[in-house]
């Protein structure tokens, strides 16, 4: 395996170090700073090493499974980051936004439709989300297919630049704010009570609305498939169509949270090649160690 710093490692190591200076700038006010600081050092070490000392014991498989992880402690870090130096919120603004295009409240309009078993379905969709994002990656990595780092790196580039406008627009959602202005409570069958809670439980504390990471992330998986699968991609073109709709009648997004979800998956898709190839022009073996590595991984 290829000694260095992959681009994957590059993303993730900026990242770190941008929030690190983010804490450090407003230490006073989030609490454990200190701590938080030396975690994020220790992050860094641990991918320098790796990327370093690829003789560590399981260096290949952390090397290319370890964005997950850290990815899902960024999430969880930014709710404390946002509740600690960001004050405005702008689910007011993003309210306002939907009615000026709609000339409604889109969660409100939708109960028209509402039925248990649709709720019941919806919900079981959007709590598939990160199974049916991740399912692209476990089909890249059976198949031992080179472009596995690929899509890594894809998916990592836009879950961190979701987390960044959570930070630069924090909003809650339209079930906190129009609360108030439904005039039915959602109920589904057996599974929507569990799940809805489980969601809670694990994303309620953030303000994780604009934009849409499921908007934006399922677009970029369904695009990923278009290139591997016919099959696939016409599985994954109705979940994409089903989440969307998910989002708005579940009350967990505003529709303006969707297009700016839309927006930033075209950014990031046509951006993350270019950025995936910049720290790497020099190593003429990257293009064709992801098989080499696969290959030999046994």
């Known amino acids: 395996m290829q000694r260095g710093l992959w681009p994957v490692d590059w993303l993730l190591l900026s990242y770190l170090l941008f929030i690190s200076l983010l804490i450090a700038g407003f230490r006073q006010r989030i609490a454990d ?50 509740r600690s ?26 109960e028209r439709l509402q039925t248990p078993a649709l709720t019941e379905g919806l919900q079981i969709v959007y709590a598939l989300f990160v199974p049916v994002v991740l399912a692209v990656a476990v089909i890249l990595w059976v198949q031992k297919r080179e472009d596995f780092r690929s899509y890594a790196f894809l998916l990592t580039l836009g879950f961190l630049a979701s987390y960044l406008l959570y930070l630069l627009v924090p909003a809650r959602g339209p079930r906190y704010l129009l609360d108030g202005l439904q005039t039915r409570p959602l109920s589904g069958l057996w599974l929507y009570g569990p799940l809805r809670h489980l969601l809670d439980v694990m994303e309620s504390s953030h303000y994780d609305c604009f934009p849409s990471g499921h908007a934006e992330m399922t677009l970029l998986a369904w695009w990923t498939v278009s290139r591997i699968s016919k099959p696939l991609s016409a599985f994954y073109l109705v979940y994409t169509a089903l989440i969307l709709l998910a989002t708005v009648y579940l009350r967990y997004h505003y529709t303006v949270d969707l297009a700016a ?20 022009r020099q190593d003429k073996h990257y293009q064709h160690e992801p098989t080499r590595d696969f290959a030999h991984s046994k």
């Open 33 to 82: 700073a200190g701590v938080l600081l030396m975690v994020h050092a220790l992050a860094g070490l641990l991918i320098a090493a790796y990327a370093f000392l690829p003789q560590l014991p399981g260096a290949f498989y952390f090397r290319h499974i370890y964005p997950l992880p850290y990815v899902f402690a960024c999430y969880r870090l930014m709710s404390v980051l946002i």
């Open 85 to 110: 130096i960001r004050e405005e919120r702008f689910d007011a603004l993003l309210a306002d936004w939907d009615r000026s295009f709609w000339h409604a409240d889109p969660t409100v309009w939708l």
């Open 261 to 280: 979800g839309a927006a930033l998956a075209g950014l990031v898709w046509y951006t993350a090649p270019l950025f995936e190839r910049a720290p790497v």
